[in-house]
C-alpha cells in the first residue's frame, strides 16, 4: 500500500492550496481517507476525513467552513482543498486510509510521507 501526498507550499495568509493523496495498492472505495497535520513542536492533530461513499465529512472545528475533503474513485484520490488559510495552518500535512473512521482513531491505517504547508502572515 502506498500513499502519495503532494500539493503543499508556502503561501500567504488568505490564500488557498490543494493537498492531493494518490493511493496504490489498496482498494480505494473500502478505505476511509483522511487527513491530518503535525506543527512544530505540537502532535499530530486531526483535520478531516470521509467516508467510504464519500457522503460524510468530518473536520476539526479550525477548519470548519475553510477546507473541503474530497475524493475521486477513478483517480483512487482524496483531496483537500484549503481556502482562506492561516498562519495556524502552517503544519506538514499527511494523508491516512483506514478501514474505520480516522475522526476518532488512527490505529492501523496507512500513511503517506506528508507534505509542507507554510502559511506567512
Known amino acids: 500500500v502506498q500513499l502519495q501526498a503532494s500539493g503543499g507550499g508556502l503561501v500567504q495568509a488568505g490564500d488557498s492550496l490543494r493537498l492531493s493523496c494518490a493511493t496504490s495498492?489498496?482498494?480505494?472505495?473500502?478505505?476511509?481517507m483522511g487527513w491530518f497535520r503535525q506543527a512544530p513542536g505540537k502532535g499530530r492533530e486531526f483535520v478531516a476525513n470521509i467516508n467510504r461513499s464519500g457522503v460524510r465529512k468530518n473536520y476539526v472545528d479550525s477548519v470548519i467552513g475553510r477546507f473541503t475533503v474530497s475524493r475521486d474513485y477513478a483517480k483512487n484520490t482524496v483531496y483537500l482543498q484549503m481556502n482562506s488559510l492561516k498562519p495556524e495552518d502552517t503544519a506538514v500535512y499527511y494523508c491516512?486510509?483506514?478501514?474505520?473512521?480516522?475522526?476518532?482513531?488512527?490505529?492501523?491505517?496507512?500513511w503517506g510521507q506528508g507534505t509542507q504547508v507554510t502559511v506567512s502572515s
Open positions: 491516512a486510509a483506514s478501514r474505520f473512521s480516522l475522526e476518532r482513531s488512527s490505529t492501523g491505517a496507512y
Open positions: 495498492g489498496l482498494i480505494f472505495s473500502n478505505y476511509y
